[in-house]
């Protein structure tokens, strides 16, 4: 009997710069076998209704409708499959799927470990390609997200024994609903652009840490955070007559040789586990710091 594997299935709108295929998405050390190891993923790309190729480009424009019919917009489609964790049967394949649809945090689990190994292609494709504006993808930001199980030959087609799609959106009482309404993006973002307001460096980043770090890119991120913590004790000093600021700008000098040994280390090398311990400490602080004055600035 074929083997029935799990996966997690996003529609995003648009291309991708990966291209069409089959991708072994290992952890182990570079030079490594091709083989699938144990705890990994295989992504399958497929693009789904590619727009026609553009006519010859006119030097005048003709007049149109006011309201013309928006272009056709191709899909991407990203399957994630658990390779790392087949099934023995159908039976144990249809509980795994009732058992990961059953929470919200279950699913939620499952959706950000398949996107982990699609922004680390997407990441290795912006390097490669010396593309600055290379970007990662949020699970929240697919147009469908579908949890099942297939054979092999079904999943790497894209196809699937039985799948049901979830709902990403978080619900208002989530930790991510709440933390998104404390930020009040929107307002920051329409005192920037009429220039009421300005970005201090270091959000900028301790930003690109959290998302080094969040990918799996620890050495990175100690590198970000050792010159965002640095702006951050400068730009931020006396910013709040608070006595929580203080306290933890307070923690971050006495700590900021951490973050210097952290990130001499990532030059060399590799991160112990107890820089790696210290490299999220310091960033969570940090990031507690900008949340706080956003809330009590209004």
Not at 221 to 244: I, P, S
Request: net charge negative; aromatic share 4%; with cysteine.
């Amino acid at each position: 009997m074929a083997k029935l594997f799990g996966f997690v299935q996003f529609d995003f709108a648009g291309r991708l710069p990966l291209a069409d295929g089959r991708y072994l998405a290992g952890t182990g050390e570079p030079g490594a076998s091709d083989e699938v190891p144990e705890g990994d993923y295989v992504l399958v790309l497929k693009t789904i209704g590619t727009p026609p190729a553009p006519g010859r480009r006119r030097r005048r424009g003709r007049g149109g409708s006011a309201e013309p019919e928006p272009a056709p917009l191709s899909l991407t489609r990203v399957t994630a499959i658990r390779a790392h964790s087949p099934h023995a049967d159908q039976a144990e394949a249809a509980r795994w799927l009732d058992e990961a649809c059953e929470a919200e945090d279950t699913i939620e689990v499952l959706a950000e470990e398949a996107i982990a190994p699609l922004n680390r292609a997407l990441h290795a494709h912006a390097v490669a390609a010396a593309d600055p504006q290379g970007r990662e993808l949020s699970a929240e930001g697919a147009e469908r997200v579908l949890i099942g199980y297939g054979s092999g030959e079904e999943t790497a087609d894209s196809r699937f024994t039985d799948a049901r799609q979830v709902d990403l959106i978080p619900r208002a009482s989530s930790r991510r609903r709440r933390r998104e309404e404390e930020l009040r993006p929107l307002e920051r973002v329409a005192g920037v652009l009429r220039g009421r307001e300005r970005l201090d460096a270091c959000e900028t980043l301790l930003l690109r840490a959290r998302t080094d770090l969040d990918a799996g890119r620890e050495r990175e991120a100690a590198l970000q955070l050792r010159v965002g913590l640095e702006a951050l004790l400068v730009e931020l000093k006396g910013a709040l007559t608070d006595a929580g600021h203080e306290d933890d700008m307070a923690t971050l000098t006495a700590r900021r040789g951490e973050v210097g040994d952290a990130a001499n280390a990532a030059l060399s090398g590799y991160l112990s586990e107890e820089q790696r311990r210290q490299v999220e400490e310091l960033l969570e602080i940090s990031e507690r710091i900008l949340r706080r004055r956003r809330v009590l600035r209004g």
